[in-house]
């Protein structure tokens, strides 16, 4: 069974690696979205895969790094392209989050990336 648990935060990014007239060169914000999934069994006596409040208070530990903040000053989010942002929250989460099997994050309602640890 797999379950999921959604989150937003806002945080603000420029692109230092792209062209110097492309609009993402500046700084600029997003309301990203962040959406965990957890797969494992469920378990007989309790009736869920995980606890999810236990998923938000290690996904909320970790948002509270990058919410409100200027992503290009957080150690390894120099760049910080959406996909760079996926695999840093992936890496910090996973492991305080066992069955983990994939990190979605939109940057805008119509855009994001599907991260899954490879």
């Not at 648990?5 to 792209?18: C, G, I, K, Q, W």
Request: proline content about 5%.
């Amino acid at each position: 069974m797999i379950i999921f648990r959604e989150f937003t935060f806002d945080s603000a990014h420029f692109l230092p690696r792209v062209p110097e007239d492309h609009k993402c060169r500046a700084i600029h914000g997003h309301t990203y979205k962040l959406k965990v999934y957890i797969e494992g069994p469920l378990d007989d006596e309790l009736g869920w895969v995980a606890d999810f409040a236990g998923v938000k208070k290690v996904i909320s530990e970790t948002i509270d790094l990058i919410d409100h903040k200027l992503l290009n000053n957080i150690e390894g989010l120099e760049n910080p392209t959406c996909e760079i942002v996926a695999v840093w929250l992936w890496n910090k989460i996973k492991q305080d989050i066992p069955g983990l099997v994939r990190v979605e994050l939109n940057e805008t309602p119509t855009s994001g990336v599907i991260y899954e640890g490879r």
